[in-house]
């Protein structure tokens, strides 16, 4: 029998994508292009263990916001913060199945173009996003923002969080999607990542102490 997708050559595996049979060479091509992947298909974990992790070299770097300097300090300082953030995104994630690495990765360097602009001068400027699961996104982390301001408020007495610190935050997990994504325009490897960060779809407390699970790009 041929396959599914090209319809010349012999099929040898079931892609769970099409529901049918298709040919290594199509699934290779195809795979989280014009395929939507199902995060358990034995040939993409097997194609993740083997790809080669894009180098940070590799990438866009205008895309990356080279000008915010991360210190290593800053993450260990700042772990509850990232973590809050990484869990909103998981969060949106499990209630939209359809939302892809760039879905999440677009609505992290809006938020941060916003902190960008408040850290700089001040000025409250939100970047126009029209896409509604992007909106759903950026409404979702910045609820975790202000759940960690009250937080800290609430034991403290005061709120220490600095828009320069939410840039820096934002900016590390935007580095980390490039950096874990394989790019494709249906990729999924980000969005399974984070999803292995928080399997169980319970609340992080923002200031919980805990074991770390910050991993960088």
Known sequence: MSCTICEKRKEKRFCPAVHGRICPQCCGEQREVTLDCPP???YLLQAREHERPRSMQDLDQAALFPQVEIAQQFLYD???LILGLSYALAKSARANRALTDSDLI???TALATTYETLAQSGLHYEAP???LSHQALLAEMQRALQ???ETEHKHLGFTRLRDA???RALVFLVRMAHGRSSGRPRSRAFVD???AQFPEPAPIALTQE???RIVMP
């Open 129 to 131: 996003v029209t896409n």
């Open 193 to 195: 990542f984070i999803f």
């Open 210 to 212: 805990a074991g770390s």
């Open 78 to 80: 700042h772990e509850p």
């Open 106 to 108: 677009a609505a992290l």
């Open 40 to 42: 358990d298909c034995i």
């Open 147 to 149: 759940e960690y301001r």
């Open 165 to 167: 610190d939410i840039l």
